[in-house]
């Protein structure tokens, strides 16, 4: 380890800035933060320098560096855009013991500025040494999508409770416990869903419990989006590799699950057409089972758990038996599958509104309002349609909707097994039989569906295979 990593409180301490350009912007902005002192020596400055100064924010010395700037000087940083002079402040700096950073010059340098995850009071650094700036950078922008925006918020809930804490528990040992155990549970997902003064009640609770367990554990109901594995939230991935169990579906990939906790038990509970691996009220008496086990539970499903997803149905079990849970939206299948089709679901030319529907219901039936359905600059997305796909054809053109208007199958939307088979609302049953399209499988029926031949931006790997039916040429 070349750098001792530490962490400096600038309050009140004199600043040195040599330098006045871009270069020299960007660490002055970073260092108002800290509460520091900070003066600038530069014959110029730049328009958003000299508004600090005129805010009083900082002060300027209008002239080149002279020896005597560094005189009860803390930390100095050389910004200047030339060599002699940032190698003339450094060399000064270093006889004189007083800390100096040359920009871009790690050699010059007693101290360098890391990459920062800034959660204030929780700060994270990321250092290379100077040896690559840039993938110090990229370590922090991975780190940022891991930490939660109120980590911050977090600490400064467990710093009031400190000393309630050490007044509980007279070793270093229990209070290691106890603070282990309630920053892995409901208390911290309390803080992170914006949810603080039942976080601080819990966290009370937990303090006269004695140990920091909660006798609950928590549901956690995220949506894993149509199939890409980039598409799910922060969110959702943090609580992933958290969990204790997961209990997911039919349409999670299995690159998706690989990302969760290795370590989780893994129950399937995946559902078909006319082939429940396990019944819907029993998955919901399962979430409450394992949370009542004081299991951190992962409920996982394709795309979004509330848009025909019996999200509501499962949370709604949850909610009676009193058991804690969250959920997490995830991409849709009707927003990802169009988006990676290249068919916007609306479009100033096409299309001004659009509805989800179902391709069957709850007793295997397509009972749906079909009047409001077929309107002129309309888009309809319909979630697993292909059994039934015959009656939305007839359906939809005994309402009134054109034979030829645009339409759309979307195969694995998403994925790297992506197809795309574009025909007409007529020819849809026919569509389905020559082109051999399975479920997953989102249909998309209206004008814009004409912008896939112009939009279509996503190409996998593979070879893709999109079948073509002009409303010009009959179907075999």
């Known amino acids: 380890m070349e750098?001792?990593?530490?962490?400096?409180?600038?309050?009140?301490?004199?600043?040195?800035?040599?330098?006045?350009?871009?270069?020299?912007?960007?660490?002055?902005?970073?260092?108002?933060?800290t509460g520091s002192k900070l003066t600038i020596v530069a014959p110029r400055i730049t328009d958003h320098l000299q508004s600090l100064v005129n805010e009083g924010k900082v002060l300027h010395q209008q002239r080149e560096f002279i020896d005597s700037d560094l005189e009860n000087t803390f930390l100095v940083v050389a910004a200047t855009d030339s060599t002699p002079v940032n190698q003339h402040i450094a060399?000064?700096?270093?006889?004189?013991?007083i800390l100096v950073n040359v920009v871009d010059n790690a050699e010059l340098c007693s101290y360098i500025v890391p990459s920062v995850v800034d959660r204030s009071p929780v700060t994270i650094a990321v250092s290379t040494g100077g040896a690559s700036p840039v993938l110090a950078r990229q370590?922090?922008?991975?780190?940022?999508?891991?930490?939660?925006?109120?980590?911050?918020?977090?600490?400064?809930?467990?710093?009031?409770?400190?000393?309630?804490?050490?007044?509980?528990?007279?070793?270093?040992?229990?209070?290691?416990?106890?603070?282990?155990?309630?920053?892995?549970?409901?208390?911290?997902?309390?803080?992170?869903?914006?949810?603080?003064?039942?976080?601080r009640e819990l966290l009370q609770q937990l303090l006269q419990q004695g140990d920091g367990e909660?006798?609950?554990?928590?549901?956690?109901l995220v949506g894993a989006g149509p199939g890409d594995p980039d598409l799910l939230t922060f969110k959702a991935l943090r609580l992933m590799q958290q969990a204790d169990v997961m209990v997911y579906d039919r349409l999670v990939s299995k690159t998706i699950l690989d990302m969760a906790n290795r370590q989780a038990e893994r129950i399937y509970v995946g559902k078909e057409k006319d082939n429940h691996a396990v019944p819907q009220d029993k998955i919901n008496d399962l979430l409450v089972t394992l949370a009542k086990q004081g299991k951190r539970v992962l409920r996982l499903k394709g795309g979004d758990p509330f848009i025909f997803g019996r999200g509501g149905e499962e949370i709604e079990t949850l909610a009676e038996q009193g058991v804690p849970f969250q959920v997490v939206p995830g991409v849709t299948a009707a927003s990802g599958c169009a988006s990676y089709a290249g068919i916007p679901l609306t479009h100033r030319d096409y299309a001004q509104s659009c509805s989800f529907a179902t391709g069957h219901l709850k007793d295997g039936s397509i009972n749906l309002n079909w009047d409001q359905l077929v309107?002129?600059?309309?888009?309809?997305?319909?979630?697993?349609?292909?059994?039934?796909?015959?009656?939305?054809?007839?359906?939809l053109q005994a309402h009134g909707m054109d034979k030829d208007t645009p339409a759309a199958l979307v195969e694995q939307g998403t994925t790297r097994n992506q197809r795309v088979h574009i025909g007409t609302v007529a020819n849809l049953p026919e569509l389905v039989k020559t082109s051999g399209v399975r479920a997953p499988t989102l249909t998309i029926i209206g004008n814009v569906v004409k912008l896939h031949e112009k939009l279509h931006w996503y190409q996998p790997e593979r070879h893709v295979a999109a079948t073509e039916f002009s409303k010009n040429e009959p179907t075999k």
């Open 139 to 199: 370590l922090r922008m991975k780190l940022e999508t891991m930490v939660p925006s109120s980590c911050g918020q977090l600490a400064a809930i467990t710093e009031e409770f400190r000393d309630a804490v050490k007044a509980r528990f007279e070793s270093t040992e229990q209070r290691k416990k106890f603070w282990e155990h309630a920053l892995k549970g409901p208390f911290a997902e309390l803080v992170y869903a914006g949810q603080v003064q039942q976080a």
């Open 375 to 395: 309107q002129p600059n309309h888009t309809i997305v319909f979630y697993m349609g292909l059994t039934g796909i015959s009656v939305i054809s007839e359906q």
């Open 91 to 97: 060399t000064c700096c270093h006889q004189q013991n």
């Open 3 to 33: 750098h001792y990593p530490v962490f400096l409180n600038l309050q009140n301490r004199p600043v040195l800035v040599v330098g006045g350009g871009h270069v020299a912007e960007r660490k002055i902005d970073n260092l108002l933060c």
């Open 214 to 220: 909660s006798q609950l554990g928590e549901v956690y």
